[in-house]
């Protein structure tokens, strides 16, 4: 069965949907996200604190959680069912380029334009580490799934590998 999902009000940016199925995210160029039931075909919630649009979005495993990066600057942590963002990460200073969790939801990872990549507790948004790299951009990142490798890659065709394990300095 193919059913639409309507409610944003310009481009939809980027998608999510929890492991299980059940409900699905949307980020917009209108600045807001979306929960949805996909059961029920309907919007069960829509954030709207971000003052720019929805560059990024993702749920964590556990289904508790919403990530969002925003135009604005900032990464917001959502716990899913309350309106208001429960951790705001204000640190970059240009856009946010990119961010992952890591598979057991404790770890958040964030780049971006202003040179800079932070590695951040979930879901309290507590900075752990500045990651220090060649003074190049960054574009995408990843954490390995046994959180001791962090990978970015960047401007100019480089790529970075941090062992966030042994490098408590990063």
Same mark, same amino acid.
């Given at each position: 069965?193919? #059913?639409?999902?309507?409610?944003?009000?310009?481009?939809?940016?980027?998608?999510?949907?929890?492991?299980?199925?059940?409900?699905?995210?949307?980020?917009?160029?209108?600045?807001? &996200?979306? *929960?949805?039931? *996909?059961?029920?075909?309907?919007?069960?919630?829509?954030?709207?604190?971000?003052?720019?649009?929805?560059?990024?979005?993702?749920?964590?495993? #556990?289904? /508790?959680?919403?990530?969002?990066?925003?135009?604005?600057?900032?990464?917001?942590?959502?716990?899913?069912?309350?309106?208001?963002?429960?951790?705001?990460?204000? @640190?970059?200073?240009?856009?946010?380029? =990119?961010? =992952?969790?890591?598979?057991? @939801?404790?770890?958040? &990872?964030? *780049?971006?334009?202003?040179?800079?990549?932070?590695?951040?507790?979930?879901?309290?948004?507590?900075?752990?580490?500045?990651?220090?790299?060649?003074?190049?951009?960054? #574009?995408? *990142?990843?954490?390995?799934? =046994? /959180?001791?490798?962090?990978?970015?890659?960047?401007?100019?065709?480089?790529?970075?590998?941090? =062992?966030?394990?042994?490098?408590?300095?990063?």
């Amino acid at each position: 069965q193919t #059913n639409s999902l309507s409610g944003h009000k310009d481009w939809v940016n980027c998608l999510g949907m929890v492991v299980n199925g059940n409900k699905a995210i949307s980020g917009s160029y209108d600045g807001t &996200i979306r *929960v949805w039931n *996909v059961l029920g075909w309907r919007c069960t919630q829509t954030l709207k604190e971000h003052e720019g649009w929805i560059e990024k979005l993702a749920m964590t495993a #556990n289904g /508790k959680y919403i990530v969002s990066a925003s135009r604005d600057r900032t990464i917001r942590i959502w716990e899913l069912g309350k309106e208001e963002a429960s951790g705001v990460i204000s @640190d970059h200073s240009n856009a946010i380029t =990119d961010f =992952d969790i890591s598979s057991d @939801d404790s770890l958040l &990872i964030s *780049v971006g334009r202003d040179q800079c990549g932070y590695l951040w507790e979930l879901p309290s948004a507590k900075k752990i580490a500045k990651l220090h790299g060649e003074s190049l951009d960054f #574009n995408k *990142v990843v954490i390995g799934p =046994d /959180k001791r490798y962090v990978m970015a890659s960047g401007s100019e065709g480089k790529m970075w590998l941090w =062992d966030i394990e042994d490098e408590p300095e990063l």
